[in-house]
């Protein structure tokens, strides 16, 4: 897929977790002096365990910060995506926390790391008429030596109400992915 030429200055915002023992934050202030981030299990059930919380991180194309992320993705250094949206930090890390928790499996409860790009893959997001928060998820995915940059425009992963749920289908493609 070619990509039309992108404004360099524009914001995007990343979910990045390390698949290394150095933490991302380490590594993200090793880039920039003063980075915009959130964790993204923060204010979540899964506040516990900030430490192993990916982060959410807001930087514009051109900076260090966003160009050592693309490269770590690239690497295999980094799991995450790369996510579009005109809204703020605060808004784009809220929208991904209301999709952290999803019934699967009848009545069945668990965390879903839907910004890991073989989970996001399976999910086969549904595009909408209209963004939520969320305009565009890029990502790096493939077999080994076939990686290439996806896309999923104005992105639905799954059925919101009354709680995120998977479907069987969805379920089912989960259950036989390696992550």
């Known amino acids: 897929m070619v990509f039309a030429k992108l404004s360099t200055d524009k914001v995007r915002f990343l979910v990045l977790e390390a698949q290394q023992k150095s933490t991302v934050l380490r590594s993200l202030y090793e880039q920039a002096d003063v980075p915009k981030w959130l964790y993204l ?27 050592w992320a693309l490269q770590g993705l690239k690497e295999g250094r980094l799991v995450g995506l790369i996510l579009e949206s005109s809204e703020s930090l605060e808004s784009v890390t809220s929208w991904l926390r209301a999709r952290l928790k999803v019934r699967f499996d009848g009545e069945r409860q668990g965390l879903l790391r839907l910004y890991d790009p073989e989970v996001w893959q399976r999910l086969s997001p549904v595009t909408l008429d209209q963004a939520d928060v969320i305009e565009r998820v890029i990502y790096w995915f493939g077999e080994s030596g076939q990686e290439r940059w996806h896309t999923t425009d104005r992105p639905n992963p799954f059925t919101m109400l009354p709680l995120p749920t998977l479907s069987e289908t969805q379920w089912q493609k989960l259950n036989t992915a390696d992550v």
């Open 41 to 67: 299990f923060a204010e979540t059930d899964w506040q516990q365990y900030l430490a192993e919380s990916p982060v959410v991180l807001e930087a514009k194309q051109k900076s260090p910060e966003y160009q």
